[in-house]
């Protein structure tokens, strides 16, 4: 049998090549995998943002409240037509923020498994005027026109989200006015037919700036605007429109965008809103107010002065006497020597939160255990925990004295159905 001889260098040039191709394998083979450890570092970052966006909403809405209330005293006060206008336009400055407040942590969860939505009893009408106002407002300050069309059909009371249903209409609003130089902004809300729940149409249109069909198509986007030209020119970080998009198809709707005829821009936000049932629905808005003869003795645990002075002026004015601490751990010892109607109870709190000084004065001999209790914060996911602790009633930053006043009726009536 002959031998085949191979020169040595053939033989290493051979080896080499089968050693690179080795190589090669377990290069493609061997792709580096994330460790657990640094997923665990994403995770804590994440929570760490969504943690510190809780603490920005809170500490914002707090001063927010404030505002929103003097503004609402103010209006109900004997102003002339200027000075209106002015409260007018600090009242909407204020619900435009809290809105953005909700928008931006919103946004930053990102995942739609995360999107909770509030279930809270609301008055749909009253929440349509106040959009209204706000649009016209605006349209004032700016020197343009404005028309608000809320039809007669639409319901009174419903449940959802009011707080993100708003910040989603002070989005689009603000929108409207901001790209309308001249001319006219419009507000049309009306009821639409949707299975099995309450479905709402707001229609906000102006004869601003307009879109063109290529600019729609990357209008709802996360931190996008239209065009480099607009995002200069306005300013803005093109996120609201992806949160308003997010939050309408968690309701079950929609929003969509058209060009408005005789130029300009149409936007069409649809929600489905749950029918509202119980005592408390066929209420009239008369019932909401206590009457003078029913005036209430209330504890209110906030450590903010600002927010105090603010809860102060606001339960002065519906004829309540309030008094203030700043600590969770005093609220049980203050409740079992006083005799309150009520507890108005913050959250987020110095020392023990509100969810545990709830629980403690609940721990206590009646009556002083069955106090009526509202708890209140800035974070809507606090409604749940407060909720379970013991309280009758919750309430959102920025509160509103209709919303106070609605939220004392509602913890003395099933503190009453308690007893």
Same mark, same amino acid.
């Given at each position: 049998?002959?031998?085949?001889?191979?020169?040595?260098?053939?033989?290493?040039?051979?080896?080499?090549?089968?050693?690179?191709?080795?190589?090669?394998?377990?290069?493609?083979?061997?792709?580096?995998?994330?460790?657990?450890?640094?997923?665990?570092?994403?995770?804590?970052?994440?929570?760490?943002?969504?943690?510190?966006?809780?603490?920005?909403?809170?500490?914002?809405?707090?001063?927010?409240?404030?505002?929103?209330?003097?503004?609402?005293?103010?209006?109900?006060?004997?102003?002339?037509?200027?000075?209106?206008?002015?409260?007018?336009?600090?009242?909407?400055?204020?619900?435009?923020?809290?809105?953005?407040?909700?928008?931006?942590?919103?946004?930053?969860?990102?995942?739609?498994?995360?999107?909770?939505?509030?279930?809270?009893?609301?008055?749909?009408?009253?929440?349509?005027?106040?959009?209204?106002?706000?649009?016209?407002?605006?349209?004032?300050?700016?020197?343009?026109?404005?028309?608000?069309?809320?039809?007669?059909?639409?319901?009174?009371?419903?449940?959802?989200?009011?707080?993100?249903?708003?910040?989603?209409?002070?989005?689009?609003?603000?929108?409207?006015?901001?790209?309308?130089?001249?001319?006219?902004?419009?507000?049309?809300?009306?009821?639409?037919?949707?299975?099995?729940?309450?479905?709402?149409?707001?229609?906000?249109?102006?004869?601003?700036?307009?879109?063109?069909?290529?600019?729609?198509?990357?209008?709802?986007?996360?931190?996008?605007?239209?065009? *480099?030209? #607009?995002?200069?020119?306005? /300013?803005?970080?093109?996120?609201?429109?992806? =949160?308003?998009?997010?939050? &309408?198809? +968690?309701?079950?709707?929609?929003?969509?965008?058209?060009?408005?005829?005789?130029?300009?821009?149409?936007?069409?936000?649809?929600?489905?809103?749950?029918?509202?049932?119980?005592?408390?629905?066929?209420?009239?808005?008369?019932?909401?107010?206590?009457?003078?003869?029913?005036?209430?003795?209330?504890?209110?645990?906030?450590?903010?002065?600002?927010?105090?002075?603010?809860?102060?002026?606001?339960?002065?004015?519906?004829?309540?006497?309030?008094?203030?601490?700043?600590?969770?751990?005093?609220?049980?010892?203050?409740?079992?020597?006083?005799?309150?109607?009520?507890?108005?109870?913050?959250?987020?709190?110095?020392?023990?939160?509100?969810?545990?000084?709830?629980?403690?004065?609940?721990?206590?001999?009646?009556?002083?255990?069955? *106090?009526? #209790?509202?708890?209140?914060? /800035?974070?809507?996911?606090?409604?749940?925990? =407060?909720?379970?602790?013991? &309280?009758? +009633?919750?309430?959102?930053?920025?509160?509103?004295?209709?919303?106070?006043?609605?939220?004392?009726?509602?913890?003395?009536?099933?503190?009453?159905?308690?007893?």
């Amino acid at each position: 049998m002959a031998l085949t001889s191979r020169s040595p260098r053939k033989m290493r040039t051979r080896t080499k090549q089968t050693l690179k191709k080795r190589v090669a394998k377990k290069r493609v083979v061997k792709k580096p995998v994330p460790k657990p450890r640094a997923k665990r570092r994403s995770v804590r970052a994440d929570t760490m943002v969504e943690a510190a966006l809780a603490v920005f909403a809170h500490e914002v809405r707090t001063p927010l409240t404030g505002i929103l209330a003097v503004s609402d005293l103010l209006a109900t006060s004997d102003l002339d037509e200027r000075e209106r206008r002015w409260v007018e336009t600090i009242k909407a400055g204020a619900e435009h923020l809290a809105g953005l407040a909700t928008l931006f942590v919103d946004a930053a969860r990102g995942s739609k498994s995360r999107f909770e939505l509030r279930q809270d009893f609301f008055d749909l009408r009253a929440l349509a005027r106040n959009i209204g106002d706000s649009l016209a407002g605006r349209a004032a300050a700016k020197g343009l026109l404005s028309r608000v069309a809320i039809s007669d059909r639409l319901p009174v009371f419903v449940v959802g989200d009011p707080v993100r249903l708003r910040a989603a209409l002070e989005n689009l609003i603000d929108n409207a006015v901001k790209f309308t130089e001249q001319g006219n902004v419009t507000l049309k809300v009306s009821p639409v037919r949707m299975a099995g729940k309450v479905g709402v149409s707001f229609a906000v249109s102006d004869s601003g700036i307009g879109l063109t069909l290529a600019e729609i198509k990357r209008l709802f986007k996360p931190f996008s605007q239209a065009n *480099v030209s #607009i995002a200069s020119r306005f /300013g803005g970080a093109g996120l609201g429109l992806s =949160s308003v998009k997010q939050l &309408a198809r +968690a309701m079950g709707g929609d929003i969509t965008v058209a060009q408005r005829r005789g130029g300009g821009t149409v936007f069409t936000l649809t929600v489905g809103l749950a029918k509202a049932n119980g005592p408390i629905a066929i209420m009239s808005r008369d019932d909401a107010s206590i009457a003078p003869g029913q005036a209430l003795r209330v504890l209110s645990v906030e450590d903010n002065p600002f927010g105090r002075v603010v809860l102060n002026a606001i339960l002065t004015e519906l004829g309540h006497q309030a008094e203030f601490i700043g600590r969770g751990e005093a609220a049980a010892e203050r409740v079992a020597q006083g005799t309150f109607d009520a507890v108005l109870m913050d959250m987020v709190l110095p020392g023990i939160d509100g969810v545990e000084a709830i629980r403690q004065i609940r721990a206590l001999k009646a009556p002083h255990g069955r *106090v009526a #209790i509202i708890g209140v914060s /800035g974070r809507s996911e606090d409604e749940a925990a =407060s909720r379970q602790a013991g &309280a009758d +009633a919750f309430l959102i930053k920025p509160v509103s004295p209709r919303a106070l006043a609605t939220a004392l009726l509602e913890a003395r009536r099933r503190g009453a159905a308690a007893t």
